[in-house]
């Protein structure tokens, strides 16, 4: 039987994010050449990006319109997403703030098991199979989905989204939206202050500990994350414990499961709770004076020596290598 | 106002962990186990919130085996009411464990059911949402920051790139996140008088479900990576290797 799949996209300030665009190259690769991909817009006026859904791998998309869904709407979502869940295979959410919420309330209505925060998903013996970190991922586990449909939410930076295919545009068709009972509404969304890129959406990732002293040093974190570009700066928990840094951009075991390109561990020693929640980042570097700090045993490429010193070096020779290209 | 808690027994965080001669679970020979951190947090807030009102009970309820009841007992220590255990092995089929604990809390009368954000073994961060589901009931997951007042809640919780405020009325069901509140520790009078409070056995049974675990894996190591020198001097070669080598940048 081919796999019918649907894939809940998510929208940020007007346009569709980058990890819709990643759960739809992972439902591709799991439709093959005989299954389908429907993409399913959630939104008051449908956002920046719609036309490019089925130019990343959408063979329709269903755009699904409501007042309320200005903002995330909880129960209207569930509503919605389990109703066009009739007649799919396999249902993908991101494992995202949203994505968390929503994906055990559709389960729940639908009556089916749910996967979370899935690494790798694929067919075995005709089988769904999700692969997801359990124990602050000190452990894999590897599981059977067995009811239709399965519904699983897949960890941002998990996939690649597949290049866009720019002659495949438009073709957005309007579904209803089913009654439902706003028994919770988001009344507002505060921006953080630094709006900007969280750390778990941004490609690179540049991370600071107890070892920067005191909060104003995060400055030379900043410059090396500016340098970088598409660059979220992130923290350990000690450092958020002591107030210096807000804790959404804390990683590790009791804050955010990071997957970025590049993660730069800076004064950090790497205890195992940071370590759970950063070390499927692709590529891993440290920067500590101390030779033997646990951190060096899960990084690629380590310095040791004063970060002081270090930082506006590497800061400056990025700048570099940036302007010669 | 009467509040129940939703409580689970998880390995120590710090602990090692195993992996059992099935290939699909822990050993759990020797593992120190904990009353899951998230769960802390659940557990605080009923405590001030009924302090707070001036009335009202707090009971705390696990799905679990008889081992749970120490972890319990930790919970009571720190001030719950009394508790009820519902005496199973569990599932790794979230709604499973869902089904059996709204079964039990469905006649209760609370106006606050609460539960952790995540527990720290499966990772699954959804039987919260599915009890509130199960219920008929409104739900705010993940919450950092928490008023209640003439039964509207306004909730606070993090998204990515902000804070999302959320509000319902009461009964209601949330899942706690770090940032709520700081959680007390059991004082001896607590421990002494806990060793009296009421703990019910309440044996369930939960269905097959739909998630089966085919295998547990110690992640993969990651290659061994190398030190590419000490001091400024290393930061050619490493912006060099992150180029050429990881083609990162
Ligand atoms: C239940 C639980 C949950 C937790 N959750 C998390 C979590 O989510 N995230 C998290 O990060 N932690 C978490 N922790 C805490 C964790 O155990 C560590 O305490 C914490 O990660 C340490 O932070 P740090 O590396 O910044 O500080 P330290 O461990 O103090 O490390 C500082 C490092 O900086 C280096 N250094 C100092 N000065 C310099 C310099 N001038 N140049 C270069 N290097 C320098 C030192 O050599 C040292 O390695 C948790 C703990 C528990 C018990
Ligand atoms: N076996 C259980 N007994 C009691 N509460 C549980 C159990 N499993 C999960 N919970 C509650 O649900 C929350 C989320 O767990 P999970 O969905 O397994 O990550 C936990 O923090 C607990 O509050």
Redesign the interface.
């Known amino acids: 039987m081919s796999a019918t799949i649907l894939v809940v996209t998510e929208a940020r300030e007007g346009a569709v994010r980058k990890v819709s665009h990643e759960l739809l190259a992972l439902a591709r690769e799991l439709a093959g050449t005989t299954g389908s991909v429907d993409a399913a817009v959630l939104a008051a006026d449908a956002p920046g990006g719609v036309d490019d859904l089925r130019g990343f791998g959408a063979d329709r998309v269903l755009v699904a319109r409501h007042p309320d869904f200005a903002r995330y709407s909880p129960d209207g979502f569930a509503t919605t997403v389990a109703s066009l869940a009739a007649g799919h295979s396999v249902v993908l959410l991101a494992a995202t703030a949203t994505g968390k919420d929503l994906a055990p309330r559709v389960a729940a209505k639908l009556g089916v098991g749910l996967a979370s925060d899935v690494t790798a998903l694929g067919f075995r013996d005709g089988a769904l199979v999700a692969t997801r970190p359990v124990y602050a991922g000190r452990a894999i586990q590897q599981v059977k989905l067995r009811a239709t449909p399965a519904i699983v939410t897949v960890r941002p930076n998990s996939f690649q989204p597949r290049p866009k295919d720019a002659s495949l545009t438009g073709a957005v068709d309007a579904v209803a939206v089913p009654a439902f009972e706003a028994r919770v509404t988001v009344r507002a969304l505060k921006a953080s202050e630094k709006a900007a890129l969280d750390v778990t959406e941004a490609p690179i990732v540049v991370s600071g500990g107890r070892g920067l002293k005191e909060p104003a040093n995060f400055k030379l974190l900043e410059d090396l994350a500016e340098a970088l570009g598409n660059t979220a700066v992130g923290a350990s928990r000690a450092v958020v414990d002591a107030g210096w840094r807000d804790h959404a951009a804390q990683v590790g075991q009791t804050g955010k499961t990071v997957s970025p390109g590049l993660y730069i561990a800076v004064g950090i020693s790497g205890a195992i709770q940071h370590l759970a929640g950063m070390r499927t980042a692709k590529t891993i570097v440290a920067i500590n004076r101390d030779k033997d700090a646990p951190i060096f045993k899960v990084a690629d490429y380590g310095i040791v020596g004063d970060l002081f010193e270090i930082l506006p070096r590497l800061t400056e020779e990025i700048r570099k290598v940036r302007s010669e290209k | 106002m009467k509040i129940a808690v939703c409580l689970k027994r998880v390995?120590d965080?710090?602990a090692?962990?195993t992996?059992g001669p099935d290939r699909k679970s822990?050993d759990e020979a020797g593992l120190k186990f904990v009353l899951n951190?998230y769960d802390e947090f659940a557990v605080e807030e009923a405590l001030a919130l009924k302090e707070k009102a001036g009335a009202g009970e707090t009971v705390a309820y696990s799905l679990g085996t008889d081992a749970a009841q120490e972890t319990i007992r930790t919970a009571l220590a720190m001030g719950i009411d009394r508790a009820v255990l519902l005496q199973s092995a569990g599932s790794?089929?979230?709604?499973e464990v869902?089904k059996a604990m709204a079964a039990e809390l469905k006649a209760g009368g609370f106006d606050l059911i609460l539960f952790g954000k995540l527990a720290?073994?499966?990772?699954?961060?959804?039987?919260?949402?599915?009890v509130?589901?199960?219920l008929g009931?409104?739900?705010?997951?993940?919450v950092?920051h928490l008023t209640i007042a003439d039964g509207a809640v306004?909730a606070?919780?993090?998204?990515?790139?902000?804070?999302?405020?959320?509000?319902?009325?009461l009964p209601a069901v949330l899942t706690c996140d770090?940032?709520l509140n700081n959680p007390r520790l059991p004082s001896l009078k607590g421990i002494m008088a806990a060793k009296k409070k009421l703990l019910e056995v309440k044996p369930v049974s939960l269905g097959p479900?739909?998630?089966?675990?085919?295998?547990?894996?110690?992640?993969?190591e990651?290659?061994a990576?190398?030190?590419?020198?000490?001091?400024?001097d290393?930061?050619?070669e490493?912006?060099r290797?992150?180029?050429t080598e990881?083609k990162?940048?």
Not at chain 2, 92 to 95: A, I, N, Q, S, Y
Not at chain 2, 225 to 232: D, Q
């Open positions: 390995p965080t710090v090692k962990i992996i822990i951190p790794p089929d979230g709604l869902a720290v073994d499966d990772y699954n961060q959804q039987v919260g949402p599915m509130a589901e199960l009931l409104p739900c705010v997951s993940s950092a306004e606070e919780r993090e998204v990515e790139g902000g804070v999302e405020v959320v509000a319902c009325r770090k940032g479900g739909s998630i089966e675990v085919l295998g547990l894996e110690y992640p993969a990651r290659k990576g190398r030190i590419v020198g000490e001091g400024t290393a930061v050619p490493l912006v290797l992150l180029r990881a990162v940048l």
